[in-house]
T-cell receptor, first 116, second 114 residues
Framework: NAGVMQNPRHLVRRRGQEARLRCSPM?????VYWYRQLPEEGLKFMVY????????ESGMPKERFSAEFPKEGPSILRIQQVVRGDSAAYFC??????????????FGPGTRLTVL | QQQVKQSPQSLIVQKGGISIINCAYE??????FPWYQQFPGKGPALLIA?????SEKKEGRFTISFNKSAKQFSLHIMDSQPGDSATYFC?????????????FGKGTKLSVKP
């Protein structure tokens, strides 16, 4: 059973460009979370999605950032008109159905975004 | 407002020693407390987790101690090894770990000297 997959692993963008980060959850997992990690900092929650639904986007900036988890295909985190402050590692995590005892969030390897 | 405070920021331990990392939280609605281990360039991996109905959980060399009244929990690594050198994050969540976001501490960078 493959783990959480993220691509690309490294992404370089110039200011004003768009960044698209992809996350494929573990097989059978229907919950996806996106976190951002700045250098020497902990992870900060951005958004929580289930298939075709955004459950909680309280950690996501109101402008330029959007996320989706379509019925088919990976979850996408989209950052429009990137700025240097968007440079960070973006991690995706997935978890199973939410039944009692199945609490673990499994993290992917991350996408390291650098904005020039 | 930082809801989970972690200390120390960095820790150096001799091989075979005990590593202790502490976390304190504010929100009494938290009901799930995991510890994650992260190596450079990798994603965090769950090490051990606890719920507030128990005061201690042990898995191999790793133990979580939980003090509900003090709103504190700690990670103890017994017989620390150089391979344990990594950054450790405590976290907390309000709806278990699978239906809500995790709130992370800022991390502790552990170095185990041979």
């Amino acid at each position: 059973n493959a783990g959480v997959m993220q691509n690309p692993r490294h992404l370089v963008r110039r200011r004003g460009q768009e960044a698209r980060l992809r996350c494929s959850p573990m097989k059978g997992h229907s919950h996806v979370y996106w976190y951002r990690q700045l250098p020497e900092e902990g992870l900060k929650f951005m958004v929580y999605l289930q298939k075709e639904n955004i459950i909680d986007e309280s950690g996501m900036p109101k402008e330029r950032f959007s996320a989706e988890f379509p019925k088919e295909g990976p979850s996408i985190l989209r950052i429009q008109q990137v700025v240097r402050g968007d440079s960070a590692a973006y991690f995706c995590a997935s978890s199973p159905t939410g039944l009692a005892g199945e609490d673990e969030q499994f993290f992917g390897p991350g996408t390291r975004l650098t904005v020039l | 407002q930082q809801q989970v405070k972690q200390s120390p920021q960095s820790l150096i331990v001799q091989k075979g020693g005990i590593s202790i990392i502490n976390c304190a939280y504010e929100n009494t609605a938290f009901d799930y407390f995991p510890w994650y281990q992260q190596f450079p360039g990798k994603g965090p991996a769950l090490l051990i987790a606890i719920r507030p109905d128990v005061s201690e959980k042990k898995e191999g060399r790793f133990t979580i101690s939980f003090n509900k009244s003090a709103k504190q929990f700690s990670l103890h690594i017994m017989d620390s090894q150089p391979g344990d050198s990594a950054t450790y994050f405590c976290a907390a969540s309000m709806n278990g770990g699978s239906q809500g976001n995790l709130i992370f501490g800022k991390g502790t960078k552990l170095s185990v000297k041979p």
